[in-house]
């Protein structure tokens, strides 16, 4: 079945640095590939998304490129702020034939971010 | 435009009882998804629903149920609670095109569940 692993968190940075999570996938046919954000007390967010290889997905600064050949979906951001800090999840839509997929967004584990000043 | 919205916020129940949490979509999104989202098993998919049926099920208990209404509102059900249902709850909504669900997902802020 599909599945997205992301690297371990949490991560702690300071505040300007270079910020890579890594997102990689397993999926049948082409999935569409999405990064959100929850922030405390919030649900999710849409940051960015892609939904064809070699798409790039960019938004307030973060970007990430559908890498079919690596099945990766690596965000980045070239430098982050305090109000950067929050739960990073990639996740997955994988629509199939049988519609076993409707509605069906799967997610990573999710990545802890610490920006501090 | 309004986004997803639900309630409540917050519930606090004991083991044994069942709860309902309610989800109004975003005004024209049809398709509304549920998700569980604790610490140790992260998000997880719980149905989908479209035009008052559910099209998709995720890997849950019977005691984990749904509706939707014919404004596309949405309502999941946790009959006989246990300690491991708390959790926060998620809904989402999206746009379609005919029975096609758009794969852009808007979510709620959550409902958050504690049983005790």
């Known amino acids: 079945g599909d599945s997205v692993t992301q690297m371990e968190g949490p991560v702690t940075l300071s505040e300007e640095a270079f910020l890579t999570i890594n997102c990689t996938y397993t999926?049948?046919?082409?999935?569409?590939l999405f990064w959100y954000v929850q922030y405390p007390g919030e649900g999710l967010q849409l940051l960015l998304k892609?939904?064809?290889?070699?798409d790039k997905g960019s938004n307030k600064g973060f970007e990430a490129t559908y890498r079919k050949e690596t099945t990766s979906f690596h965000l980045e951001k070239g430098s982050v702020q305090v109000s950067d800090s929050a739960v990073y999840f990639c996740?997955?839509?994988?629509?199939?034939?049988?519609?076993?997929?409707?509605?069906?967004?799967?997610f990573g584990q999710g990545t802890i971010l610490t920006v501090h000043p | 435009k309004a986004g997803v919205t639900q309630t409540p916020r917050y519930l606090i129940k004991t083991r044994g009882q069942q709860v309902t949490l309610s989800c109004s979509p975003i005004?024209?999104?049809?398709?509304v998804s549920w998700y569980q989202q604790t610490p140790g098993q992260g998000l997880q998919f719980l149905f989908e629903?479209?035009?008052?049926?559910?099209?998709n099920k995720g890997n849950f208990p019977g005691r984990f149920s749904g509706r939707q209404f014919s404004n596309s509102r949405s309502e999941m059900n946790v009959s006989t609670l246990e300690l491991g249902d708390s959790a926060l709850y998620l809904c989402?909504?999206?746009?379609?095109?005919?029975?096609?669900?758009?794969?852009?997902?808007?979510f709620g802020p959550g409902t958050r569940l504690t049983v005790l």
């Open positions: 989402a909504s999206s746009r379609t095109s005919g029975r096609v669900s758009y794969n852009e997902q808007f």
């Open positions: 999926a049948t046919g082409y999935p569409s």
């Open positions: 892609a939904t064809k290889a070699d």
């Open positions: 996740a997955l839509f994988s629509a199939n034939a049988g519609g076993t997929s409707y509605g069906k967004l799967t």
């Open positions: 005004s024209g999104h049809r398709s």
């Open positions: 629903y479209f035009s008052e049926t559910q099209r």
